[in-house]
């Protein structure tokens, strides 16, 4: 996924964004990793979109989303009410593409969350293609899944010009810096729940940091393979030899 300034012709910007540009009065589609974390930055990308004349389309995605109600009312508390955030009932049904036909230049809307379709995390290309067609350019801010072959991260940018949001950029600027001129001793923390996530970045690092310390759920499969009792806590028996 290529970096394109702001400056230019097509907008950067933020966590997982479809969103909506009006050079032609279309949407962009913008996807949120975290709403409560990111709120920020979904605004600046929000706010950045409307001074270009165009709307957004936001997708939200994440597993911690169990009911509709919990995203419309966490987002709804933290977006600001300058873009009239209209929520959608589905994700690429007919209330979500009459929404998208109907978005007006600096407004926005919110699907509902991509995971409550299983095939999301197939990468489903036609699904991929459903979420492409309610926007003319693709953001990804979503830093923390954005490793994942799903349909919001990877299939959708198959079908649309893509670029990475601010968030990925300070990330990554971030990281650039402290990888490539570290302050010593240079300790990494890394958390989740699953090794098989983490494993490459674990071995990258190995040769860069002065010590890696393991947090998350997938400790437990290290303690595992440590020979520690774990008992129900969760764990990634196929990656035992690897950890």
């Known amino acids: 996924m290529k970096k394109v300034n702001f400056d230019v012709k097509l907008p950067a910007f933020v966590d997982r964004i479809v969103y909506v540009d009006n050079y032609g009065a279309r949407p962009y589609c913008y996807t949120i990793e975290d709403a409560s974390r990111n709120a920020d930055a979904i605004n600046r990308a929000i706010n950045y979109i409307s001074e270009k004349?165009?709307?957004?389309?936001?997708?939200?995605?994440?597993?911690?989303?169990?009911a509709p109600i919990e995203i419309k009312s966490d987002v709804e508390l933290r977006i600001e009410k300058n873009a009239i955030l209209k929520f959608s009932k589905d994700i690429v049904g007919e209330n979500a593409k009459e929404l998208s036909k109907e978005l007006k230049p600096g407004k926005a809307i919110l699907l509902e969350n991509v995971r409550f379709d299983p095939r999301?995390?197939?990468?489903?290309?036609?699904f991929s293609k459903e979420l492409a067609s309610l926007a003319e350019i693709y953001v990804n801010d979503a830093f923390g899944t954005a490793h994942r072959a799903h349909s919001s991260t990877v299939g959708v940018a198959e079908f649309l010009p893509a670029v990475c949001g601010f968030l990925i950029e300070k990330e990554v600027g971030m990281l650039g810096d402290n990888l490539n001129n570290p302050e010593r001793p240079f300790v990494a923390i890394l958390g989740g729940a699953k090794v098989s996530d983490k494993i490459k970045v674990i071995e990258n690092l190995l040769e860069k940091v002065d010590s890696i310390i393991i947090g998350g759920g997938m400790t437990y499969t290290f303690l595992k393979a440590m020979g520690y009792e774990i008992g129900n806590s969760i764990c990634e028996l196929d990656r035992i030899d690897i950890a």
């Open 53 to 66: 004349g165009g709307g957004t389309v936001v997708i939200p995605e994440g597993i911690w989303f169990t």
């Open 120 to 126: 999301e995390e197939k990468n489903d290309k036609e």
